[in-house]
């Protein structure tokens, strides 16, 4: 049952907007993934490499939340891409018992997505032989502090 209901003269509402859905650049690049997954020709996107680097000095009061990782080279889409691919590498909460404090996910709490902790820096650009994910540089699965100890 809908509770979509009609006063007055004007159209009928359907309870649908006018958006069209996958027209994003996040649907989009998320769709490219799925298709270059299920493909042969798996590596041919055009990437560019970054270098995430610490900018915040190491007595920052931020460095409380998010681990430094030091430098980290990744090949991505953009910057934003790059911050996203160094991201993921850390563990997320879901992959073990404890739970986030304003979401769904640890990943947004990630020092690499706070542009006062890391900067991207663009060392190459346009390049079809390397695939997507970090190419230099380690980032610790030690994000998540247990909250009793062992």
């Given at each position: 049952?809908?509770n979509?209901?009609?006063?007055?003269?004007?159209?009928?509402?359907?309870?649908?907007s006018?958006t069209?859905?996958?027209?994003?650049?996040?649907?989009?690049?998320q769709?490219?993934?799925?298709?270059?997954?299920?493909?042969?020709d798996?590596?041919?996107?055009?990437l560019?490499?970054?270098?995430l680097?610490?900018?915040?000095?190491?007595?920052?009061?931020?460095?409380?939340?998010?681990?430094?990782?030091?430098?980290?080279?990744?090949?991505a889409?953009?910057?934003?891409?790059?911050?996203?691919?160094?991201a993921?590498?850390?563990?997320?909460?879901?992959e073990?018992?404890a739970?986030p404090?304003?979401?769904?996910?640890?990943?947004?709490?990630?020092?690499?997505?706070?542009d006062?902790?890391?900067?991207?820096?663009?060392?190459?650009?346009?390049?079809?032989?390397?695939?997507?994910?970090i190419?230099?540089g380690?980032?610790?699965?030690?994000?998540?502090?247990?909250?009793?100890?062992?």
């Open positions: 049952m809908s979509v209901s009609r006063t007055g003269k004007e159209e009928i509402n359907n309870a649908t006018p069209s859905f996958g027209k994003s650049v996040e649907s989009q690049a769709m490219q993934d799925a298709a270059a997954e299920a493909s042969p798996a590596g041919s996107e055009t560019n490499i970054y270098r680097e610490p900018i915040a000095a190491p007595d920052d009061p931020r460095w409380d939340n998010a681990p430094n990782h030091g430098a980290v080279v990744v090949a889409r953009t910057p934003g891409d790059a911050r996203i691919v160094a993921a590498r850390e563990l997320d909460f879901m073990v018992d739970a404090a304003e979401d769904v996910t640890t990943s947004n709490a990630s020092a690499f997505r706070d006062k902790l890391y900067t991207v820096i663009e060392i190459d650009r346009n390049r079809r032989d390397i695939r997507r994910g190419l230099d380690t980032v610790s699965v030690g994000t998540i502090r247990p909250v009793e100890p062992d």
